[in-house]
């Protein structure tokens, strides 16, 4: 199992994420991290998941535990009135205990950049753009390989002051699927709650006072990454040595947010892990997991 120390490394995480663009309390559409955000997602989060079984095809292969950190730091610089410029950095580790059979990584991590620029184009339509250049991999023999540039493409449309409908473009040349969209939605169909569709964490959201909320939803976790050339011959599977692995987790559950200070937002989630894979797309090989509890704690802040 994974470590206790590393849940001290997380409240270190968390504590490194940085401001963003303020946000508008009258906008009743209002991300608590920003108007210029799509969604809830804060900019530092932990996440735990349990032991669960895994299978490669019918073979079990043991039980596996998962930890997820990620911390970004995204700042507003020159630009006009109607839009501004975004510079940058996004981490991310996942860490897992995988059985010694399992041809499976114990660290997949990214560390990059964030370039990009937000738009108001009119008062109905905004527009974001991110680029993620960096390196993803299993840092075991970080080369020129293991370098990529994902790209997040956002665009919204407001109806009126409750609604606003828009799409997620999400590019990375990694993946399986190297162009995946989304339709993603803000709601605030009354005074008290509000709907807030944007991966990666689609939830509703119940607003109890000045610094209470609570939710439900889900949250996706993962991403693709390069492993070392010599992996998997421990396992007998020296073929996925330079491989990319898509992993991924999906998350269904419930939490509260809470104000702190005026301007810390600290929130606490759980519920039930539905879904984690392990796929070597190239070379056809998909590990299973069974569903988990999970636990997760974000920090962020209001500004």
Known sequence: MISHRLLLLAAGVAGTAGTLPANDAADPLASPYGTDRFGN???????????????????ALGDIDSAEFAASYVESVGGGRDWHWLVGANWRRQQFDPPASAPLPDTLQAAAAAVGANWRINNRWRARVELLPGVYSDFR???????????????????????????QLNVDAFRESPIVGTVGVSWRFADDWRLALWIPRPQIEYTIDDQWAAFVGASFGG???????????????????????????????????????????????????????????????????DGAPYIQFSLGAVW
Do not use: C
Not at 41 to 59: E, H, Q, V
Not at 270 to 281: A, C, K, N, Q, S
């Open 41 to 59: 997602a804060p900019p530092a989060s932990f996440t735990y998941a349990f032991p669960s079984a895994i299978r490669l095809g019918d073979t």
């Open 141 to 167: 023999d970080v080369s020129g390989d293991d370098v990529n540039v994902p790209a997040l493409i956002e665009g919204a449309y407001r109806f009126n002051d409750n609604l606003e409908v828009g799409v």
């Open 223 to 289: 991403g693709s990454y390069r492993v070392a050339d010599d992996f998997g011959k421990d396992a007998g599977r020296a073929d996925l040595g330079g491989e990319v692995v898509d992993f991924q987790e999906v998350r269904v559950g419930a939490g509260v947010r809470y104000i702190a200070l005026e301007r810390l937002a600290i929130e606490l989630a759980g519920g039930w892990m539905i879904d984690r894979r392990f796929h070597f797309h190239e070379r056809d090989v998909l590990v299973n997991g």
